[in-house]
């Protein structure tokens, strides 16, 4: 009998986004570091592989101002993680840095600082854009074509991971005899159409060789990227069904790609509402979504897809009669919408008129993530039924409230992944590698070049 399939959890810190429930009481501040340290220390009292943090480089703006409707603002990535190396011991600690708006060598130096200062937990979410809007804030504003977003982000990672190979294994010596202090270390000699560096690197080669390099992108050219240099795969698909199709692409990609399919981990996001019975939790998660989703969200979000001002409009009412405008662009700062929004309005009109939904129900229907709702038992036994059917490696938990949103759930379902052993009881490792059952970029089985591309 073949040994059950481990479930990996992270903790993903809310905010940012329509998830948090601001307006809750309960609710702390986005900025404390008192905040970020409770989550930490939760997601590492319920034995998590690791804390994960995204980022916004600007924040959006909605007909021509800021939108003010999620939480917005947050203290530097790297500022906060390296605060949190001091307060947790094993927790992995993840942070998402641009790679179109920032150099190689920097981020190299700098997660391979966090590396040394956590003793091997850092990981490096690997995101990419082409946004003008976004690009105002940098010198580089808008100069990138959408298509090209992924190839600087290879050459990023290809630099990045030059620099941390420029010292090898035993370079750091420190000999008074001998008068040596570091030897067998190289320069990178790096020469492309994005970067021309010389280095070497400033710091030895850290405890996990390289930072885990996490991914978010479900475009071919995302996927693809993904399968070539991810170690783990932060994914949005919702369904069973859906995820095992989702993992089974990602992993006869990467063994194109030369690797092995197993050395990828895949990771979607999911929010959690629980309650002592089904029905309970249910209420509580529809309590919750019209929380997230107020009359002016809801609003919002139309206007966002329709391309037009919607003052006035009613959001308990049905959805605008008016087709979308796509000739306009209402916001900023946001991913485009995927697909032909005049199709979307109509598949919408028709859900809404199948359902007897208002404008509002229908955005709280159609804008939700992946949700386990119900008693702890169901959750931990949906959780351990995805992981089981490889339709994930496990989850990325998104709780809706600052700080306090993991408690219950490391509390209530955390024992429960145990009993069926499904999940870890200890750390046995002290690196974020080890945790996630990755093997280290230096060993023999795998080799030191970026896996190769596929045409």
């Not at 630099?159 to 010292?167: C, E, G, I, L």
């Not at 999940?423 to 089985?445: F, I, K, N, Q, V």
Request: aromatic share 8%.
């Amino acid at each position: 009998m073949s040994a059950k399939r481990q479930v990996h959890l992270g903790a993903h810190f809310p905010g940012v986004n329509q998830t948090t429930v601001w307006r809750d009481p309960r609710a702390g501040s986005q900025t404390d570091f008192t905040s970020f340290e409770h989550l930490a220390r939760t997601a590492e009292r319920g034995l998590m592989d690791f804390f994960f943090l995204a980022e916004g480089l600007r924040l959006r703006e909605q007909g021509g101002t800021i939108y003010d409707l999620d939480v917005v603002g947050r203290p530097d990535t790297l500022t906060v993680l390296n605060s949190l190396a001091a307060v947790t011991t094993h927790l992995g600690l993840a942070g998402t840095i641009n790679a179109t708006f920032n150099e190689a060598a920097e981020v190299a130096r700098q997660f391979a600082s966090l590396d040394h200062l956590s003793g091997g937990r850092a990981a490096w979410n690997v995101v990419t854009s082409s946004d003008a809007f976004t690009g105002e804030n940098f010198r580089r504003g808008g100069y990138l074509a959408h298509a090209d977003r992924y190839v600087r982000a290879r050459e990023v990672i290809d630099v990045a991971r030059a620099f941390w190979d420029s010292w090898g294994p035993g370079a750091l010596v420190a000999d008074p005899e001998l008068g040596v202090f570091a030897r067998d270390v190289h320069d990178v000699g790096h020469h492309g159409p994005q970067f021309d560096v010389r280095g070497p690197g400033l710091l030895p080669r850290s405890p996990q060789g390289h930072p885990v390099l996490f991914q978010a992108g479900d475009s071919d050219d995302g996927r693809e990227f993904g399968a070539a240099y991810a170690d783990a795969v932060f994914t949005m698909h919702g369904t069973l069904e859906a995820g095992r199709r989702f993992t089974a692409d990602l992993r006869a990609r990467a063994v194109r790609n030369g690797r092995s399919g197993e050395d990828l981990r895949i990771l979607p996001g999911a929010s959690f509402v629980l309650g002592d019975t089904e029905a309970e939790a249910r209420e509580n998660a529809r309590t919750i979504r019209f929380q997230q989703v107020g009359p002016q969200q809801a609003v919002a979000f139309l206007e966002q897809v329709w391309g037009r001002d919607l003052t006035g409009f009613d959001p308990e009412g049905p959805l605008p009669v008016q087709d979308p405008d796509l000739t306009a662009t209402i916001a900023q700062g946001r991913t485009r919408f995927p697909r032909d929004r005049v199709e979307v309005a109509r598949e919408w009109r028709e859900l809404a008129a199948a359902n007897g939904w208002s404008a509002r129900e229908l955005v709280v229907e159609v804008s939700g993530r992946q949700q386990f709702v119900g008693t702890p038992e169901q959750v931990a036994a949906e959780i351990d039924e995805y992981v089981q059917a490889d339709a994930c490696d496990g989850f990325i938990l998104v709780p809706h409230l600052t700080p306090t949103g993991l408690d219950e759930f490391v509390d209530r379902v955390v024992p429960l992944l145990q009993e069926r052993g499904a999940y870890r009881t200890e750390y046995t490792g002290t690196t974020l590698r080890e945790h996630l059952g990755l093997t280290h970029p230096h060993d023999a089985s795998r080799a030191l070049d970026p896996a190769p591309r596929t045409a």
